[in-house]
Nanobody, 116 residues
Framework: EVQLVESGGGLVPPGGSLTLSCAAS????????MTWVRQAPGKEFEWIAA????????TYLDSVKGRFTISRDNTKNTLYLQMNSLKPEDTAVYYC?????????WGQGTQVTVSS
């Protein structure tokens, strides 16, 4: 059974940092493209970062480029999102997602709140 479990969210002041984790089971994270998506209050889901499985190519939403880093640890079967220089507009629930055998999977999400 494919499962994704996010963790690492919390309350952080503007300019702070957080590292989100997405523990995967039922598949290996280096065999499938993995993405981070967020949903701010009252807004639609927003894709923010992805890493593919073919050549580890990484892409970012422009507004997080240079501040966020997506990575994965194949030994821990975990996806990460290192977030630096956080801004209030980064406040959202963050989800990791993947498509395995043509089925899309999401975790339960982890709340990130950027506020002083």
């Amino acid at each position: 059974e494919v499962q994704l479990v996010e963790s690492g969210g919390g309350l952080v002041p503007p300019g702070g940092s957080l590292t989100l984790s997405c523990a995967a089971s039922g598949f290996t994270v280096n065999s499938y493209a993995m993405t981070w998506v967020r949903q701010a209050p009252g807004k639609e889901f927003e894709w923010i970062a992805a890493i593919n499985s073919i050549d580890d190519k990484i892409t970012y939403l422009d507004s997080v480029k240079g501040r966020f880093t997506i990575s994965r640890d194949n030994t821990k079967n975990t996806l990460y999102l290192q977030m630096n220089s956080l801004k209030p507009e980064d406040t959202a629930v963050y989800y990791c997602s993947t498509i395995v055998y043509a089925q899309m999977y999401w975790g339960q999400g982890t709340q990130v709140t950027v506020s002083s």
